[in-house]
């Protein structure tokens, strides 16, 4: 029975792409029951844009690869951008979107505010691809490349990537101010927020590894230097002369957004420092140190395993990347493909 609607799906599929190719370039059939993430087919699978965009990853790495070298930390801010996309309202690039008719942008939510960055280059990749491939590409895909082309282009794993995301045509303060995690977030909250995109504890700490590269504000980790617990003092956890490393960057009042790299040892390079500095108590966010210290024994355990083996890490990563990707996605003619990615059509 689901070889036939297999069948009849792709039929139905070759008849769409041939019929509606021009109107709707890339366009798929979401097949019902057997559509949807992790059925018979995703929604989404790496060939979306094959004959619609052929040029579509030498564009993107192309612009990445002069972004990243003119500032390495380029890479891992376009990494965080495809998670606050995908963790507020799904992954429907509602993130780019600038104030405007109607909109009221997740660029001012307490995560994002002074901190989120990456949007000019991607505005860069949106321009080529408009020039390329009009209207083709959507804005979702393109944090989506974006975030997969910074992992390889800081020494990471490359993965096949499931495409064929929509762009939303609303954006959600409250979404990106409630589902984007804390950096004090205790483990358990953790587990809440990443639960709440279905996202499990092996996702959660494979995905914290993207801590590896780049770098946070003081004001992201002062509570962990003068009062961890209300009790005015530091996080115990904290190894003693990464603490006072971070005292001089990060003094008890001002200095907010002085910034510390989240892995200090290599913070350009993506491979799995993050989590060997976890097991010396050099983590710098509290949310980073309680996947080792938390009690609850999954995430602990796996801190170590990817400490040891960063084939393991990468491995992981790569699979949850792809999970993280495939949070409610706009697909078939749900939203619409940007022409600009700050604003809907
Ligand atoms: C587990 C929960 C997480 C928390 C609490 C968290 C929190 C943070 C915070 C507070 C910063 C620094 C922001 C600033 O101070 O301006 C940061 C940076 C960063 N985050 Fe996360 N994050 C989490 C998970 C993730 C995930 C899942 C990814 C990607 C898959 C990610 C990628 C990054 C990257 C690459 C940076 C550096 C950005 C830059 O240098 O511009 N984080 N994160
Ligand atoms: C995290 O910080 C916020 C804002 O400063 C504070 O209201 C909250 O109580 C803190 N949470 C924990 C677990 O310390």
Same mark, same amino acid.
């Given at each position: 029975?689901?070889? $036939? ?5 792709? $039929? ?94 997740? *660029? ?16 860069? $990749? ?15 895909? $393109? ?115 002085? +910034? ?16 060997? +500095?976890? +097991? ?38 790569? *699979? ?26």
């Amino acid at each position: 029975m689901d070889a $036939i609607r297999a069948g009849l799906g792709l $039929i139905v599929l070759v008849f769409l792409s041939s019929t509606l190719s021009t109107a709707h370039p890339g366009f798929y059939f979401d097949w019902g029951g057997i559509g949807g993430n992790g059925g018979l087919y995703s929604t989404l699978f790496p060939e979306f844009y094959q004959y619609s965009c052929p040029q579509l990853d030498d564009i993107v790495m192309s612009v990445l690869e002069k972004a990243i070298q003119r500032e390495p930390r380029m890479a891992a801010s376009l990494v965080r951008l495809h998670f606050h996309d995908c963790f507020a309202q799904g992954c429907d690039a509602s993130v780019l979107l600038d104030d405007g008719a109607g909109i009221v942008s997740e *660029k001012r939510s307490n995560p994002n505010r002074n901190s989120l960055r990456g949007f000019e280059v991607i505005d860069e $990749i949106k321009a080529r691809l408009e020039e390329a491939c009009p209207q083709t590409v959507s804005c979702a895909d $393109i944090l989506a490349l974006a975030a997969r082309g910074s992992s390889v282009l800081s020494g990471g794993p490359n993965w096949d990537l499931p495409l064929g995301r929509r762009d939303s045509k609303t954006a959600s303060l409250s979404s990106s101010n409630n589902n984007i995690p804390p950096p004090n977030s205790t483990l358990q909250n953790l587990k809440t927020f990443f639960g709440r995109q279905g996202l499990d504890e092996v996702d959660l700490v494979a995905l914290s590894g993207s801590h590896t590269i780049g770098l946070a504000r003081c004001v992201s980790f002062k509570q962990r230097l003068y009062n961890q617990n209300g009790n005015n003092q530091p996080d115990e956890a904290l190894e003693r002369n990464y603490y006072f490393s971070l005292t001089s960057i990060c003094p008890k009042s001002g200095g907010d957004n002085n +910034l510390s790299p989240l892995d200090f040892a290599s913070p350009a390079k993506f491979d799995n420092t993050y989590f060997k +500095l976890l +097991l010396s108590g050099k983590g710098l966010l509290n949310s980073d140190q309680v996947l080792l210290t938390g009690s609850g024994g999954k995430t602990t355990d796996l801190v170590k395993i990817y400490a040891a083996d960063e084939g393991l890490f990468f491995n992981q990563f790569e *699979k949850s990347m792809v999970k993280m990707g495939n949070i409610n996605p706009l697909t078939g003619y749900n939203g619409e493909i940007r022409k600009n990615c700050r604003r809907v059509n």
